[in-house]
């Protein structure tokens, strides 16, 4: 509905702008044009299916375009891709766009449990959890950041035993998907240049972010490139970024073979179970459901569950893959004893931090609006003010536990955005903040140039769980996140906030005007605004995630209690039978999440074809 609202908007533009009015309809004719090619180019909804396939692939977001794309490489193996969602459409790829899809049927609007330590100034105690109910999954609906994480986020998960994992194994498949389009030195052939996911800065930088990178060279802090040999400094973000659009996994893998005659995809389909055989626990296929209608579908080789950190778990649990006493507690007869659901792990970050300024630099709604020019850039060029990623422009990496080491492992990033919770009224809705926190807080400044910063905790000690509500497939999952159980978590956060208010001091954000929103929130107005308990008390009310879930079916070797998978992804105790998605992560890595399902997706790919005995490269 916001999303059509703001096209609305956009038509309302062109009819009262006469002096630009034949500009910004070629303008919009042209994105028109455009957004009917990118339909075009998606696979087509299969009516018709094989009753047997080589492999079937559950989930088409970011790990399973990957393998859609690389197993029908073979002519020889026939593929069915199963998506619960919908289609991928051309605005969902307008960057500006990014934070009012989660409004769409794109997203299948998950909640957490109601919480009393986290999460606490959102309606009912709970944090949205927004994951991607279309083709290209949460590569759509996400904001396009590209981060690899740290070289020893991977060796550590090697030496728990994930033969293959370690940071020089996993290179190669990190430069396999990127075309790295970003003007830096690579001296060390670190990147690569010819894969599908295209990697950019924004076409357009805001005076915001000029400034905050002058400031953090003020401050003695280097520019990186945080993808490359050193992670710990400040940079514009790398983002998954064509041509001022956004790169998702769908465009990037399945537009390129759409016609490709072995790939079958069936969309609006969920998959309520796999079939397995019971005494030989082999699963031989999956079924699914399609407006009302049972299929089952046999796979002759293997079944693939991609469907994510939350969707995967429920999925092997529904089947009979889980913990024992919670199956027979909802009489799901028990095939596997194994600890799906555990580990579940995110990013989180304080919310609400806001800096105003004096310059007219925010990416505030109705300004771009207003702006028939902003408008035509975009439509016809895709530059300007709407191809920056949901606000989204800068990164910082920090490792708090060795401050001194440029080389060092980082605990906390910073990640600026053009804007805040006054900017757009999407924002505050986004997190689900109370209406009468919004009011009393934030109100006072709307229509005020503003940026925003969320502290965020990169190696976090808490773990959650999710846990089926019923045996019924229809229904959510039950979401404990277990954010903020351990004080070392809240203290990063804060250190990150400090470390923020210390950036905001620089002359080249001073020559803003910038300075530190001071209205405190109601619940913590008993701590002296600026203190270390009062910013320990925000973070818990405005506990802003991430949206990077994973270690839900975690990897780890035979003889690991905690393990669901194995290093090759099998599950454990299961023939025929894979998760190749984040769920896999054992420990998150200190970056975002999307850019390792990339690289999941096409290691999995390639251990799937050695196992079936065909060629990788």
Not at 190 to 203: E, I, K, R
Not at 285 to 299: D, N, S
Not at 362 to 369: A, C, D, F
Request: net charge neutral; hydrophobic share 35%.
């Amino acid at each position: 509905m916001l999303v059509r609202a703001y096209f609305l908007a956009l038509l309302g533009v062109c009819l009262l702008e006469p002096c630009h009015q034949q500009s910004l309809v070629q303008s919009l004719l042209h994105l028109m044009f455009e957004g009917g090619a990118h339909s075009n180019n998606e696979p087509l909804d299969r009516s018709e299916l094989l009753p047997e396939y080589d492999f079937i692939i559950v989930g088409a977001g970011t790990a399973g375009c990957t393998l859609a794309a690389r197993l029908t490489e073979n002519p020889a193996w026939t593929v069915l891709l199963v998506e619960a969602g919908r289609t991928e459409n051309y605005l969902m790829d307008m960057p500006i766009l990014a934070n009012y899809l989660q409004f769409t049927d794109a997203n299948w609007k998950y909640k957490t449990e109601p919480s009393d330590t986290s999460c606490l100034g959102f309606d009912n105690r709970q944090c949205n959890w927004p994951r991607g109910k279309v083709m290209g999954g949460s590569s759509v609906l996400n904001y396009m950041i590209h981060t690899r994480g740290n070289r020893r986020d991977y060796d550590g998960w090697a030496a728990m035993g994930n033969i293959g994992w370690d940071w020089q194994n996993v290179l190669k498949y990190f430069k396999k998907f990127e075309t790295f389009n970003v003007a830096e030195d690579d001296p060390e052939n670190l990147h690569g240049y010819d894969g599908p996911v295209s990697v950019s800065h924004a076409p357009f930088h805001t005076g915001i972010a000029n400034a905050i990178l002058e400031s953090a060279r003020q401050m003695g802090e280097p520019i990186v490139d945080y993808n490359g040999a050193r992670q710990v400094g400040y940079s514009y973000l790398q983002l998954h970024l064509r041509n001022g659009t956004r790169a998702s996994a769908s465009r990037s893998y399945l537009h390129p073979i759409a016609r490709r005659e072995n790939l079958h995809v069936r969309k609006y389909s969920e998959v309520d179970r796999l079939l397995m055989e019971p005494t030989t626990k082999r699963v031989f296929g999956v079924e699914f459901r399609t407006a009302g209608r049972i299929h089952r579908i046999r796979a002759k080789k293997e079944v693939i569950v991609a469907a994510g950190a939350i969707n995967s778990p429920k999925l092997l649990m529904l089947s009979g893959i889980g913990p024992r006493q919670d199956l027979e507690r909802l009489k799901i007869p028990v095939q596997v004893d194994l600890p799906v659901g555990y580990n579940l792990m995110d990013h989180i970050s304080m919310g609400g931090l806001t800096f105003l300024i004096d310059q007219p630099y925010s990416l505030i709604t109705n300004r771009i609006l207003d702006n028939s020019s902003t408008l035509i850039d975009y439509f016809m060029y895709h530059k300007g003010p709407m191809s920056i990623a949901g606000g989204c422009e800068v990164v910082a990496f920090y490792d708090l536990k060795d401050p001194g080491n440029p080389d060092g492992h980082p605990n906390l990033e910073l990640l600026f955005v053009a804007g805040s919770l006054v900017s757009d009224v999407a924002l505050r809705r986004n997190f689900g903040i109370r209406d009468d926190i919004y009011e009393k807080v934030y109100k006072p400044i709307e229509g005020q140039d503003t940026f925003m910063v969320f502290p965020m905790l990169l190696l976090p000690k808490s773990k959650g769980r999710i846990v089926l509500r019923n045996a019924n497939p229809r229904s959510k999952p039950r979401i404990y996140s277990n954010y903020l159980a351990y004080q070392e978590d809240i203290d990063v956060i804060v250190d990150g906030v400090l470390k923020t208010i210390e950036l905001s001091e620089q002359p080249a954000l001073q020559a803003l005007g910038t300075r530190l929103y001071r209205e405190p929130l109601p619940a913590c107005a008993q701590h002296r605004f600026g203190s270390r308990e009062y910013w320990a008390c925000q973070t818990r009310q405005f506990t802003f995630n991430i949206y990077h879930y994973s270690g839900t079916c975690k990897m780890g070797p035979a003889g690991d209690p905690t393990a669901v998978v194995d290093p090759r992804l099998k599950v454990h105790g299961v023939k025929g039978l894979r998760v190749v998605d984040a769920s896999i992560i054992p420990e998150i890595p200190a970056g975002h999440t999307n850019a390792p399902s990339y690289m999941i997706g096409e290691k999995g790919a390639d251990m799937i074809k050695e196992d079936w005995g065909f060629p990788t490269t």
